[in-house]
């Protein structure tokens, strides 16, 4: 046997015995467990090899951002065979991840097997809708059973770890990555970050259909000045604990592995380099046990916001401040063993970093057995009918109906004669959406294809206009098609002979997304023409609208008489849109963000404040808190969304008006269904507290009920009130209830129908 063998297997053996690595009959139980087996290792390791643990590495493609870095690949090979590297992303498919697995298992001194991370968003091949469309079934269940089904293709497709999910609130549409998140609302999107991390992690992490989640961007990200990506963030003590960090305590609740940091600053520093955020907040405060992650080369990004000096000085800001593992920016595994032995960074530091990395790597099961994700008889499931089936499901229910004037809506299954017109009324791409790295183009199901497959119904389908030129993967505004008039006579032309016609308008699925703000939210190129044009000839139309953030639609609203928000809704899109045109599902959905009317309205979200002058005070004054040319009214509110039958609010009851810290109430109503057809409803429940050592918003969603009823059924619905619910981040920097009046208000969408009062006292 060589030396260099040998000494390997005494390493290797010494290891099993210590930490009882590629053991299997010993498994990861307790966390005291865990800790003992990571520093047995740590006390293996080299300095080197520790920070190579905290080093991650693009794959073989970018396939997520420009790298000026790229052409080191064979750096990055010489580094993974020397154990220099803890973690590579966008790696996937069994071969490819076998292959990288087995170099990081095999060549290295300790055999350490390697973190594959990729940005599984709203599925892997098998696509559930947007994240955003998803938090609009307001359908925990549902959210958590399509995170489950990412999970497990991408496990089957050698992936371990997944960027997601993004849990950042935005109040601004013009953002693009709203489609990513679960809208703007702090407690909807608490649960909503419970039930994806839940999804994608399951109960047992060393399960082989179950991944490791990341709560991102940590923090701030979806308040970028301008909604103009990556831009400047510059929030107060009480939006910052109030609205932002609820979905990450609630991500780190629900045992979230790993956070991600953001590309933004928070208040002139970086949250790369935030150590309140990272260190004070996150892990000492929450007690954090996982890892952080940089962004993408958010770390030498620190030199172009001006507050690092070089790319050293960023490697050491970042690791003082708590950033665990380096994506694609080089530099813990350049500089920071030149850091620790300059007295610059504590070894301490290091170890702690390396440590929740390896504990992650040990709950995974990867030491028993690395190749655990490499199962070529799985990756054949990936795609699978009943994964079809499950988004199919999730899909239904993220549909939003937006306005149904004199029910043209079900439409009738037999004799009608349906013109189908728009761009992306036969696309089978842009319905994926952003965010989907792994699935085809064209593999979504097209509206037009769901019009045919659940009527005999004759549909005639033109688009109308072009969207786009090109490959619009990276769509500028220059690329949208607006020259290019002569479909929209013929589709004038046709929606003249038909009974209705359904109009298929929205964005293309690259027009949101990273990267992709926007100054305007109408509908792009020609589509408001082609709109305009065909109402000339047919008024009987439904708006199907394709997009992946809220849209300033006034002269639809006005005019149109059924539109139905139908997002980006995954592969199975077309199914999806067509069960609920035809009736066969009847829409349930409510809007996780506001509509604006205009985008200078933005931001505009439901949970603002009151100001000082709220209302008008007398005729044609001026001196109050409004717009001289638009309405402070949103076009839709949070919450709003119809059904094909209607409901009935009443009899608000509350069992005490007055409570205190050791007692709580319920406050009831009856709902009834009082249309023809069975219908589902979300019953909402806000309060606001009238006054507080900090404002407070004119509303806050507090809690919702999802409520199936049968034609003339009632049900009553109840929610408890305690001190839990009417704390908030006061002026203490303290969670607390403080003793005051509140109101109390339950309805369909957050312009709610009943209110009453209550009091709490301590
Ligand atoms: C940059 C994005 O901001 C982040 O969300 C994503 O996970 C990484 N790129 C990796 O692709």
């Given at each position: 046997?060589?030396?260099?063998?040998?000494?390997?297997?005494?390493?290797?053996?010494?290891?099993?015995?210590?930490?009882?690595?590629?053991?299997?009959?010993?498994?990861?139980?307790?966390n005291?467990?865990?800790?003992?087996?990571?520093?047995?290792?740590?006390?293996?390791?080299?300095?080197?090899?520790?920070?190579g643990?905290?080093?991650?590495?693009?794959?073989?493609w970018?396939?997520?951002?420009?790298?000026?870095k790229?052409?080191?690949?064979?750096?990055?090979?010489?580094?993974?065979?020397?154990?220099?590297?803890?973690?590579?992303l966008?790696?996937?498919?069994?071969?490819?991840?076998?292959?990288?697995?087995?170099?990081?298992?095999?060549?290295?001194?300790?055999?350490?097997?390697l973190?594959?991370?990729?940005?599984?968003?709203?599925?892997?091949?098998?696509?559930s809708?947007?994240?955003?469309?998803?938090?609009?079934?307001?359908?925990?269940?549902?959210?958590?059973?399509?995170?489950e089904?990412a999970?497990?293709?991408?496990?089957?497709?050698?992936?371990?770890?997944?960027?997601?999910?993004?849990?950042?609130?935005?109040?601004?549409?013009?953002?693009?990555?709203?489609?990513?998140?679960?809208?703007?609302?702090?407690?909807l999107?608490?649960?909503?970050?419970?039930?994806?991390?839940?999804?994608?992690?399951?109960?047992?992490?060393?399960?082989?259909?179950?991944?490791?989640?990341?709560?991102?961007?940590?923090?701030?990200?979806?308040?970028?000045?301008?909604?103009r990506?990556?831009?400047?963030?510059?929030?107060?003590?009480?939006?910052?604990?109030?609205?932002?960090?609820?979905?990450?305590?609630?991500?780190?609740?629900?045992?979230?592995?790993?956070?991600?940091?953001?590309?933004?600053?928070?208040?002139?520093?970086?949250?790369?380099?935030?150590?309140?955020?990272?260190r004070?907040?996150?892990?000492?405060?929450?007690?954090?046990?996982?890892?952080?992650i940089?962004?993408?080369?958010?770390?030498?990004?620190?030199?172009?916001?001006?507050?690092?000096?070089?790319?050293?000085?960023?490697?050491?800001?970042?690791?003082?401040?708590g950033?665990?593992?380096?994506?694609?920016?080089?530099?813990?595994?350049?500089?920071?063993?030149?850091?620790?032995?300059?007295?610059?960074?504590?070894?301490?530091?290091?170890?702690?970093a390396?440590?929740?990395?390896?504990?992650?790597k040990?709950?995974l099961?990867?030491?028993?057995?690395?190749?655990?994700?490499?199962?070529?008889?799985?990756?054949?499931?990936?795609?699978?009918?009943?994964?079809?089936e499950?988004?199919?499901?999730?899909a239904?229910?993220?549909?939003?109906?937006?306005?149904?004037?004199?029910?043209?809506?079900?439409?009738?299954?037999?004799?009608?004669k349906?013109?189908?017109?728009?761009?992306?009324?036969?696309?089978?791409?842009?319905?994926l959406?952003?965010?989907?790295?792994?699935?085809?183009?064209?593999?979504?199901?097209?509206?037009?294809?769901g019009?045919?497959?659940?009527?005999?119904?004759?549909?005639?389908?033109?688009?109308?206009?072009?969207l786009?030129?090109?490959?619009p993967?990276?769509?500028?505004?220059?690329?949208?098609?607006?020259?290019?008039?002569?479909?929209?006579?013929?589709?004038?032309?046709?929606?003249?002979?038909?009974?209705?016609?359904?109009?298929?308008?929205?964005?293309?699925?690259?027009?949101?997304?990273?990267g992709?703000?926007?100054?305007?939210?109408?509908l792009?190129?020609?589509q408001?023409?082609?709109?305009?044009?065909?109402?000339?000839?047919?008024k009987?139309?439904?708006?199907?609208?394709?997009?992946?953030?809220?849209?300033?639609i006034?002269?639809?609203?006005?005019?149109?008489?059924?539109?139905?928000?139908?997002?980006?809704?995954?592969?199975?899109?077309?199914?999806?849109?067509?069960?609920v045109?035809?009736?066969?599902?009847?829409?349930?959905?409510?809007?996780p963000?506001?509509?604006?009317?205009?985008?200078?309205?933005?931001?505009?979200?439901?949970?603002?404040?009151?100001?000082?002058?709220?209302?008008?005070?007398?005729?044609?004054?001026?001196?109050?808190?409004?717009?001289?040319?638009?309405?402070?009214?949103?076009?839709?509110?949070?919450?709003?969304?119809?059904?094909?039958?209607?409901?009935?609010?009443?009899?608000?009851?509350?069992?005490?008006?007055?409570?205190?810290?050791d007692?709580?109430?319920?406050?009831?109503?009856?709902l009834?269904?009082?249309?023809?057809?069975?219908?589902k409803e979300?019953?909402?429940?806000?309060?606001?507290?009238?006054?507080?050592s900090?404002?407070?918003?004119?509303?806050?969603?507090?809690?919702f009920?999802?409520?199936?009823?049968?034609?003339?059924?009632?049900?009553?619905?109840?929610?408890?009130i305690d001190?839990?619910?009417?704390?908030?981040?006061?002026?203490?920097?303290?969670?607390?209830?403080?003793?005051?009046d509140?109101?109390?208000?339950?309805?369909?969408?957050?312009?709610?129908?009943?209110?009453?009062?209550?009091?709490?006292?301590?």
């Open positions: 046997m060589k030396l260099k063998n040998i000494m390997k297997f005494c390493l290797v053996s010494s290891l099993v015995l210590v930490v009882g690595c590629k053991n299997p009959s010993i498994t990861t139980k307790t005291a467990d865990l800790d003992k087996k990571v520093d047995s290792l740590l006390a293996l390791m080299t300095l080197d090899e520790k920070i643990q905290m080093n991650q590495y693009n794959g073989f970018d396939a997520t951002g420009p790298s000026p790229q052409g080191n690949a064979s750096k990055k090979y010489e580094h993974l065979e020397s154990g220099l590297v803890g973690s590579m966008n790696v996937r498919g069994v071969e490819n991840v076998k292959a990288v697995q087995k170099i990081a298992v095999e060549k290295t001194r300790l055999g350490i097997p973190l594959i991370g990729f940005d599984v968003i709203h599925g892997y091949q098998t696509l809708p947007i994240p955003l469309a998803e938090a609009a079934s307001w359908d925990l269940a549902a959210i958590k059973k399509s995170s089904i999970a497990e293709e991408a496990a089957a497709a050698g992936i371990n770890w997944t960027f997601a999910p993004m849990v950042d609130i935005s109040r601004d549409a013009r953002w693009g990555r709203v489609m990513e998140g679960a809208g703007e609302d702090p407690y999107g608490s649960l909503i970050a419970e039930a994806r991390v839940k999804g994608f992690q399951g109960e047992d992490l060393s399960a082989v259909n179950t991944i490791i989640a990341c709560a991102k961007h940590f923090a701030g990200y979806g308040f970028a000045e301008s909604g990506e990556y831009n400047t963030v510059d929030i107060g003590t009480s939006t910052l604990y109030n609205t932002v960090f609820p979905p990450f305590i609630a991500a780190t609740k629900a045992g979230v592995r790993t956070f991600m940091n953001s590309f933004n600053e928070l208040n002139g520093i970086p949250a790369t380099g935030n150590k309140f955020l990272q004070d907040i996150l892990k000492n405060k929450w007690g954090f046990e996982g890892f952080v940089s962004d993408w080369e958010s770390i030498i990004e620190m030199t172009d916001h001006g507050y690092a000096e070089n790319d050293k000085h960023a490697a050491e800001i970042a690791i003082n401040a950033s665990d593992m380096d994506m694609e920016s080089y530099v813990y595994v350049n500089y920071l063993a030149e850091l620790v032995k300059e007295g610059k960074v504590d070894e301490k530091l290091i170890d702690d390396a440590g929740r990395i390896l504990k992650v040990f709950e099961g990867l030491f028993d057995d690395p190749y655990k994700y490499c199962d070529t008889e799985r990756e054949k499931t990936i795609g699978s009918k009943k994964n079809k499950a988004v199919l499901d999730v239904k229910k993220s549909i939003v109906l937006l306005k149904n004037e004199n029910n043209l809506l079900p439409l009738k299954k037999k004799g009608a349906i013109a189908l017109i728009g761009p992306l009324a036969a696309d089978k791409t842009s319905p959406g952003s965010w989907r790295l792994a699935a085809e183009d064209n593999t979504a199901i097209s509206v037009l294809e019009l045919q497959k659940y009527t005999d119904n004759k549909v005639t389908y033109h688009k109308g206009v072009t786009t030129e090109g490959k993967e990276f769509v500028t505004e220059t690329q949208i098609n607006t020259t290019d008039r002569t479909g929209i006579k013929e589709a004038v032309s046709i929606a003249k002979k038909n009974d209705v016609v359904v109009l298929v308008l929205g964005e293309h699925g690259f027009q949101s997304g990273e992709r703000s926007r100054t305007s939210l109408n792009p190129g020609l408001q023409e082609l709109l305009e044009a065909v109402y000339q000839v047919n009987n139309i439904v708006l199907v609208l394709m997009n992946g953030r809220p849209l300033t006034n002269w639809a609203d006005k005019n149109i008489p059924a539109i139905v928000e139908a997002w980006q809704l995954g592969t199975q899109s077309g199914h999806a849109i067509a069960q045109l035809y009736g066969d599902y009847n829409p349930s959905g409510k809007l963000m506001t509509f604006p009317k205009s985008v200078g309205q933005i931001p505009i979200y439901y949970n603002y404040k009151n100001t000082g002058r709220p209302t008008i005070p007398a005729p044609n004054q001026v001196f109050w808190s409004h717009y001289i040319d638009e309405s402070n009214e949103p076009l839709y509110e949070f919450g709003y969304g119809l059904s094909y039958t209607t409901f009935k609010y009443e009899n608000l009851k509350l069992s005490s008006h007055k409570f205190n810290k007692t709580e109430f319920t406050a009831s109503i009856s009834t269904n009082t249309g023809k057809v069975a219908g979300v019953v909402q429940f806000y309060i606001q507290d009238l006054f507080a900090i404002t407070r918003p004119v509303k806050e969603l507090k809690g009920e999802m409520v199936a009823l049968e034609p003339g059924e009632s049900k009553e619905i109840s929610f408890t001190k839990k619910i009417i704390e908030f981040y006061t002026v203490n920097n303290k969670w607390e209830s403080e003793p005051g509140f109101k109390i208000f339950i309805g369909g969408s957050s312009k709610t129908v009943l209110e009453d009062t209550f009091s709490y006292s301590n």
